[in-house]
């Protein structure tokens, strides 16, 4: 079945020491996204990929980076990750940028920072 | 600026009652709407969409909403709910006029979804 996949489910790392998280998808879709959820928040995005352009959002910090090498994958790199980084990390993918383009989301990567 | 608005932190529905889960919103141009559900632990999965044409729109697992655009609302409902269905629903927006955040989603702040056997 075509899905996004996100590895690890579930990561811990300790403040300050940069951690990956990896997102794949089977979908073949042109965008990419990176989201973060916070405990009892919704999720807010952090940037995204269209094709190899990338877009960030004006409130996301610049601890936040962001890799896309091919079509299938992209990561979200920490640099130096703190208390209030530990969150859910959502990855999402949509065919275009079209409005009423659906996205659709991994099952996330718990990050844990102590 | 877009902006989402579900009312309730949690409903609370017996097994085999109709359920509805509200949501309001605030756009600047045309809204397209999207309802998604997580289960603990998992990310979001797509219900539905409104993007224009009928104001019903079903989707999966038996839910439907119903685009109301004089009380800009846009509720989820179920006719007949499962204890399945328990779980937090997000409602979604996106408009053109949303400037930076054009091509994310601006979520509501999530409802709960409990249902009662």
């Known amino acids: 079945d075509a899905m996004v996949i996100q590895n690890p489910r579930y990561q811990v790392t300790q403040f300050g020491k940069p951690v990956t998280l990896s997102c794949s998808q089977t979908?073949?879709?042109?965008?990419m996204y990176w989201y973060q959820q916070k405990s009892s928040q919704a999720p807010k995005l952090l940037f995204h990929y269209y094709d190899k352009d990338f877009n960030n959002e004006a409130d996301t910090p610049d601890n936040f980076q962001s890799r896309r090498p091919n079509t299938s994958f992209c990561f979200l790199d920490i640099r130096s990750p703190g208390l209030g980084d530990a969150a859910m990390y959502l990855c999402?993918?949509?065919?275009?940028?079209?409005?009423?383009?659906?996205?659709?989301f991994g099952p996330g990567t718990r990050l844990l920072v102590l | 600026a877009q902006s989402v608005a579900q009312p309730e932190d949690q409903v609370n529905v017996a097994e085999g009652n109709p359920l509805t889960v509200k949501c309001t919103y605030s756009v600047s141009g045309n809204p397209y709407l999207f309802w998604y559900v997580q289960y603990p632990n998992r990310g979001l999965q797509f219900l539905l969409k409104?993007?224009?044409?009928?104001?019903l729109v079903k989707g999966s697992y038996g839910f439907e909403a119903e685009f109301n655009k004089s009380q800009t609302s846009f509720h989820l409902k179920k006719p007949s709910a499962l204890v399945s269905d328990s779980a937090l629903y997000f409602c979604a927006v996106r408009d053109m006029y949303s400037g930076g955040g054009a091509d994310g989603l601006t979520f509501g702040k999530g409802t709960h979804l409990i249902i009662q056997p």
């Open positions: 999402a993918t949509s065919r275009g940028r079209l409005l009423g383009e659906t996205q659709y």
């Open positions: 979908l073949n879709h042109n965008v």
């Open positions: 409104y993007i224009t044409g009928d104001n």
